[in-house]
């Protein structure tokens, strides 16, 4: 079993709709939680970040942590066009910018 | 700021040689980690070097192997190349890893194993 398990998909949902996209972990140990965004050919961005339980919202995206049932969340409102990328969860036991753990990555389209 | 700069961008190499990939770190970054992203996976940690030294590493082979320069950019090497071996391969760089820092992530480079 992976520490880290994400829906694949691909997700495809029309200009507007809010999408949800989730990760389930294994480790309880992790503490630090983020999500990237890859666009094809690019490496990784970092979207939202998470220390321990807990919402955070930035513009169009929230992050939702449940360390008591092992899910993290991230929520896009007003979907665009632009989103349209792979999401990629990450979690680490020690700071965010040591080992990180990856989801598979959820491929997103949004159609106009 | 240049951020993250890899090189090369692509590469492709025979099953059995050897490649050196290059990282250079973000401006005023002195660790960094290696990752390898097979097509359609999430990266996997390779390992991260801080003060020229190889800090952590993840479930790879010694045939990986990695070097850091005191400007703080970084080899990435692998023997005996296997098919298998062929993904994207990222460097990200950060601070210290005592501090809890974003990571900012490279365009990688993609190889290529024939």
């Known amino acids: 079993q992976k520490e880290v398990e994400q829906d694949p998909g691909p997700l495809s949902v029309p200009e507007g709709a809010i999408v949800s996209l989730n990760c389930t972990y294994s480790?309880?140990?992790?503490?630090?939680f983020m999500w990237y965004r890859q666009y094809s050919r690019k490496g990784p961005e970092l979207l939202m970040y998470?220390?321990?339980?807990g919402n955070k919202e930035d513009g169009r995206f929230t992050a939702q942590v449940d360390k008591s049932s092992k899910y993290i969340s991230l929520f896009i409102r007003d979907s665009q066009p632009s989103d349209s990328a792979t999401y990629l969860c990450?979690?680490?036991?020690?700071?965010?910018?040591?080992?990180?753990?990856f989801g598979q990555g959820t491929e997103l389209s949004v159609k106009p | 700021d240049a951020g993250v700069t890899q090189s090369p961008t692509h590469l492709i190499k025979t099953r059995g040689q050897q490649v050196t990939l290059r990282c250079s770190p973000k401006?005023?970054?002195?660790?960094v980690s290696w990752y390898q992203q097979a097509l359609g996976q999430g990266p996997q940690f390779i390992f991260q070097?801080?003060?020229?030294?190889?800090?952590q590493r993840g479930n790879f082979p010694d045939r990986f192997s990695g070097h850091q320069f005191p400007n703080y950019s970084s080899e990435l090497n692998v023997n005996a190349l296997l098919l298998g071996d062929s993904a994207l391969y990222l460097c990200?760089?950060?601070?210290?890893?005592?501090?809890?820092?974003?990571?900012?992530f490279g365009q990688g480079t993609r190889l290529t194993v024939v």
């Open positions: 990200a760089s950060s601070l210290n890893p005592g501090l809890n820092t974003e990571a900012f």
């Open positions: 480790n309880s140990a992790f503490q630090y």
């Open positions: 998470t220390y321990s339980s």
């Open positions: 990450a979690m680490s036991p020690y700071n965010q910018g040591g080992k990180l753990i």
């Open positions: 401006s005023g970054h002195d660790t």
């Open positions: 070097y801080y003060e020229e030294e190889e800090r």
